[in-house]
């Protein structure tokens, strides 16, 4: 605590959200901080427009730091930005082989699984809203068009892969917990709600019930209130 006994973290955490990442990175670290709250709007899903108050895009996670005067975004820049400040420990040796695993799998997760992930997501959500009916069977056929020729194979291609890895791994970067299991939670934990990750893939599975398990995973999750993955 700073000496006016104010945390001086502020996570803006968004209900069901990649927000939880930070949650749970922030219990691991063990520095104090606050939270201020959003509801995603009942229908649209959508953050409220205060938190583009915080940062102009309007998505979550979000921190402010009061010790730095710094605004970030995107989960990654501040998995990064906690780690460099707070516990230096949940990030590989520079160079090693595990440090460039650990910058593979912290791109990877944004970069490569969250975008097929989302497009599913939002596919499968426009068939299901109201249209005139004669529409509706063509806009689910290209949907699934989509899903099924794009989207969803890679999907199905990058949970295979992480199967194999974590067949070999306990952790995303060998033996230790580090930043870049974080930033996989979120899409292995939307994938098991998802029912893409079963019995059939019983490393991954295993993995995600590792992480979940763990007490700072269950602090952050009792903290933060509404999330559907868990
Ligand atoms: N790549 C960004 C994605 C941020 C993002 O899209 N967050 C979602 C929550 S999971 C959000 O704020 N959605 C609400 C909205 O778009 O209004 C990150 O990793 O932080």
Known sequence: MNSAEQPMITLHHLNNSRSQRILWLLEELAVEYKIEFYERDKKTVLAPESLKAVHALGKSPVITDDSTGITLAESGAIIEYLIEHYGKQLKPELSTEDYWQYQYWMHFSEGSLMPPMVMNLVLTKMTQSPMPFFIKPVAK???????????????????????????????????????????????????????LINENMPHTLAYVKRFQALPTYQAGLKKGGDYDYA
């Not at 989207?151 to 199905?156: E, H």
């Not at 952790?171 to 580090?178: A, D, E, I």
């Not at 870049?180 to 292995?188: H, K, V």
Request: charged content about 15%; overall charge neutral.
């Open 141 to 195: 056929m290209l949907a699934s068009k989509i899903i099924d020729g794009y989207s969803g194979p890679i999907v199905k291609n990058a949970l295979a892969y992480i199967e194999s890895h974590l067949a070999k791994n306990t952790w995303f970067c060998g033996n230790q917990l580090t930043g870049a299991d974080i930033q996989m939670s979120f899409p292995l934990e939307a994938s098991v709600a998802r029912g």
